[in-house]
Nanobody
Framework: QVQVEESGGGLVQVGGSLRLSCKVRGNIFSIETMVWYRQAPGKLRELVASITSGGTTTYADSVKGRSTISRDNSKHTMDLRMDSLKTEDTAVYYC??????????????WGQGTQVTVSS
């Protein structure tokens, strides 16, 4: 069984920083791409940042230049550091593990989400 666990959310002041972490647990050989999504109230879920197993990264325009995504392939973990936080960063942040290779399957998995609230 595969479990995706997010941590690091909470209440942050405008202009502050936070680090979100994601760990994928289970009997896993590899994970192709790890992705952070977020969903604000009344809005669609959107991609925030992603990183492939080879280290290729992508960022949404809204967070580009103030966010850094990283991962440890051996530990199946991923971090997202966000600086200069804005109230519009308030959302539930979800970790997605895409292309998780196990003995007999390749599948995608989602975490339960972690709330980030940016307060002025």
């Amino acid at each position: 069984q595969v479990q995706v666990e997010e941590s690091g959310g909470g209440l942050v002041q405008v202009g502050g920083s936070l680090r979100l972490s994601c760990k994928v647990r289970g009997n896993i050989f590899s994970i192709e791409t790890m992705v952070w999504y977020r969903q604000a109230p009344g809005k669609l879920r959107e991609l925030v940042a992603s990183i492939t197993s080879g280290g290729t990264t992508t960022y949404a325009d809204s967070v580009k230049g103030r966010s850094t995504i990283s991962r440890d392939n051996s530990k199946h973990t991923m971090d997202l550091r966000m600086d200069s936080l804005k109230t519009e960063d308030t959302a539930v942040y979800y970790c997605n593990a895409a292309g998780v290779r196990r003995t007999w399957s390749v599948s995608d998995y989602w975490g339960q989400g972690t709330q980030v609230t940016v307060s002025s």
